[in-house]
Nanobody, 111 residues
Framework: VRLQASGGGLVQAGGSLRLSCAASGITFSMNNMGWYRQAPGKQREPVATITYGGTTNYADSVKGRFTISRDNAKITVYLQMTRLQPEDTAVYYC??????WGQGTLVTVSS
């Protein structure tokens, strides 16, 4: 399975970005999917997860600002990020439970 993340970039504080992560090499998956992030000099931390049925879970730091969703037909997970802050600057990694990680996409939020 290959996970291809996209959508990162440079944005000003208060702005929005939408990340996408598409899985290829499979035609169906009921595995949980989600996003982690790793800021410079810090450990990778969970951001949000979503089950096949749509149950979501968020880190406290992003609740109310980020929304995770998935398209099961496309085996794709999304992360809509709003009201971005400089502390959200990190490489964002998507993952699929029991399948692995995507390559990461850089999000930079300028103050």
């Amino acid at each position: 399975v290959r996970l291809q993340a996209s959508g990162g970039g440079l944005v000003q504080a208060g702005g929005s970005l939408r990340l996408s992560c598409a899985a290829s090499g499979i035609t169906f998956s009921m595995n949980n999917m989600g996003w982690y992030r790793q800021a410079p000099g810090k450990q990778r931390e969970p951001v949000a997860t979503i089950t096949y049925g749509g149950t979501t879970n968020y880190a406290d730091s992003v609740k109310g600002r980020f929304t995770i969703s998935r398209d099961n037909a496309k085996i794709t997970v999304y992360l809509q990020m709003t009201r971005l802050q400089p502390e959200d600057t990190a490489v964002y990694y998507c993952y699929m439970q029991n399948r692995g990680w995507g390559q990461g996409t850089l999000v930079t939020v300028s103050s």
